[in-house]
């Protein structure tokens, strides 16, 4: 036996869901986002398990795009920030990497460039996220720029929301008028939804690619059940609980003493901690499904352990039973919320020692 810290990865359910994804938001094409290790569930066997079925792949840097293409993906991959410093751009050129330009720097480089090959150009536009992008008063110059380019093979033109997850709020709207508005009469396709924006469909008419994520991995962005109905959950995070005691009333457990037992009560210790990625934060009571059954965490989450309740199996020898902390049971957005996180954080998040079992 060896300690137990598995996450079972789906790889249908991530199909399934990128599926979805794209008949929500059909007939635009959409790029699986797969960067940061495709979203901490490993981007090669991702990658490999949409090879039939995605149109492209986006990632945050060129290492990420490397890792693919040395791993004999052939989609097109799209760089979301496109390149840091202007040796890249001689790989980008040979290997069919999507670029975005965000900023005059990059698009001076890119001018200076001597290349093989002429360069497919997301052009970003900053139209209300103040992260990355040209001003929309900057725009049509930068698109000009770039036109004029033999180094550039097309533009399409891209924008990010800020809050698209928040449906009370009016940025989206706004973010997406000020798009198409700047955009104009300019050539090229478009590009501006995220998870959230493709499962409220916030973008009509004007819309050729769509950039989910999350959603991918079976996580919705969006507190709505009627939208997170169709996602399935990819990724099962397990271990198992290695030891049991009964404590008395009055008796506090795990450091600082944070949880104390109200009355004589049976507690578990399970193989995860902070060093897993299970997050620190986790309150008192965070959600855990041990053997069949709802249980929760008691006190602090330590480097390498937890303790739970295990209250409802008084009777039972527990040692070995399995714990699912977030998967088909337990949502991964449940325990974010207990950790006042984010899913995205958490699933990111598993460490090295973390070992991935895939599913087909
Ligand atoms: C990460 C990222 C996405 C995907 O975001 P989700 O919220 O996971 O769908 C899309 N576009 C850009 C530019 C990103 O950085």
Avoid at 12 to 38: D, E, G
Avoid at 144 to 173: C, G, R, W, Y
Avoid at 301 to 311: F, G, I, N
Wanted: with cysteine; proline share 3%.
């Amino acid at each position: 036996m060896a300690r137990t810290a598995t996450a079972i990865i789906n790889l249908n359910a991530i199909k399934q869901n990128y599926l979805h994804s794209k008949s929500l938001a059909a007939p635009a094409k959409a790029i699986a986002t797969i960067k940061a290790n495709a979203y901490g569930h490993g981007a090669i066997e991702v990658a490999n398990a949409l090879t039939d079925v995605a149109d492209a792949f986006g990632v945050a840097c060129i290492e990420e795009a490397i890792e693919l293409r040395d791993a004999g993906i052939k989609q097109p991959i799209l760089l979301l920030e496109g390149f840091f410093t202007a040796d890249e751009l001689e790989y980008i050129s040979e290997n069919n990497l999507w670029c975005a330009i965000h900023n005059q720097h990059q698009l001076d480089a890119l001018k200076a460039a001597k290349l093989k090959q002429p360069v497919n150009v997301w052009l970003k536009m900053d139209s209300g996220m103040h992260r990355l992008g040209f001003l929309p008063k900057e725009y049509a110059d930068a698109w000009q720029q770039l036109s004029n380019l033999e180094q550039v093979a097309s533009i399409t033109h891209m924008s990010h929301f800020s809050s698209a997850d928040d449906l009370s709020s009016p940025l989206t709207k706004k973010q997406t008028e000020l798009f198409i508005n700047t955009i104009g009469e300019l050539p090229g396709e478009i590009s501006i939804a995220n998870s959230s924006a493709v499962l409220t469909k916030a973008v009509k008419g004007r819309n050729q690619w769509v950039r989910p994520g999350i959603i991918i991995y079976g996580s919705s962005p969006i507190d709505d059940d009627e939208l997170a109905s169709p996602l399935i959950p990819a990724m099962t995070f397990k271990a198992k609980v290695i030891s049991q005691r009964t404590i008395n009333k009055d008796e506090s457990v795990g450091y600082n003493g944070l949880w104390t037992a109200e009355e004589t009560t049976k507690i578990g210790t399970v193989s995860i901690g902070y060093a897993d990625g299970y997050p620190r934060h986790a309150e008192n009571g965070t959600p855990v499904f041990i053997n069949g059954k709802k249980s929760q965490i008691l006190g602090r989450v330590s480097m390498d352990m937890v303790m739970v309740d295990l209250s409802m199996f008084e009777q039972q020898d527990c040692i070995g039973f399995d714990v699912e902390l977030w998967g088909d049971n337990i949502s991964v957005n449940e325990v974010a919320n207990c950790a006042e996180t984010i899913s995205y954080s958490l699933l990111c998040g598993l460490t090295r020692r973390v070992s991935k079992t895939y599913i087909k």
